[in-house]
């Protein structure tokens, strides 16, 4: 079964550091485009990152320059490196990835999610 | 930019929704619609702004080109009533979403 399984929020002071998780399963990260969508509190969707099969990276401009994405081929895991966290980021981080269907860029599977909280 | 309306639908089951999402520019028919439920991620329905994501059922169509949008349920489920977002995949990245409309139970 493909399936993807977040990890790593939680409650952090503004300026602090978080790493999210992202372990795959049924299916090889590295072969695939994948993505961090985020969801704040009672709002909609937005794109977080991206990180291509070969390994180029795209940030949306409310990130870039604080947060990182990348991938462990031998864990089968994508990574949401997030720096310099600001109350905005609060948020549910969903990672996703790519519907194979299509040669535009949709997301098909989705993790359940983790929360990020940015609170003093 | 992506717009939706109406921000909110209040139909009872059996109805016909009708779900629009309006481009700021061109998006060709780079379009897909998602439906999300309340503490679960979002799930694709639509892609390439008519095409069924497997195992979505046939009341669920999708249709529009250029900028104007339609997603339509033909006869609502109860399991139906949830936010739908459209997403634009013309120019990308970033990728963008539509701020989504709440189906509600009339």
């Known amino acids: 079964e493909v399936q993807l399984v977040e990890s790593g929020g939680g409650l952090v002071q503004p300026g602090g550091s978080l790493r999210l998780s992202c372990a795959a399963s049924?299916?090889?990260?590295?072969?695939?485009?994948m993505s961090w969508v985020r969801q704040a509190p009672g709002k909609g969707l937005e794109w977080v990152s991206v990180?291509?099969?070969?390994?180029?990276?795209y940030y949306a401009d409310s990130v870039k320059g604080r947060f990182t994405i990348s991938r462990d081929n031998s864990k089968n895991t994508l990574y949401l490196q997030m720096n310099s966290l600001r109350a905005e980021d609060t948020a549910m981080y969903f990672c996703?990835?790519?519907?194979?269907?299509?040669?535009?860029?949709?997301?098909?599977?989705w993790g359940k999610g983790t929360t990020v909280t940015v609170s003093s | 930019v992506l717009t939706q309306s109406p921000a909110t639908l209040s139909l009872s089951p059996g109805e016909r929704a009708t779900l629009s999402c309006r481009a700021s520019?061109?998006?060709?028919?780079?379009l897909a619609w998602y439906q999300q439920k309340p503490g679960q991620a979002p799930r694709l329905l639509i892609f390439?702004?008519?095409n069924r994501a497997t195992g979505i059922p046939a009341r669920f169509s999708g249709s529009g080109s250029g900028t104007e949008f339609t997603l339509t349920i033909s006869s609502l489920e109860p399991e139906d009533f949830a936010v739908y977002y459209c997403?634009?995949?013309?120019?990308?990245?970033?990728?963008?979403f539509g701020p989504g409309t709440r189906l509600d139970i009339k």
């Open positions: 520019e061109i998006v060709s028919t780079y």
């Open positions: 997403q634009q995949s013309s120019n990308w990245p970033p990728i963008t």
């Open positions: 049924g299916f090889t990260v590295s072969s695939n485009y």
């Open positions: 390439d702004a008519s």
């Open positions: 996703a990835k790519r519907y194979s269907g299509s040669y535009r860029y949709y997301m098909d599977v």
């Open positions: 990180i291509y099969n070969g390994g180029s990276t």
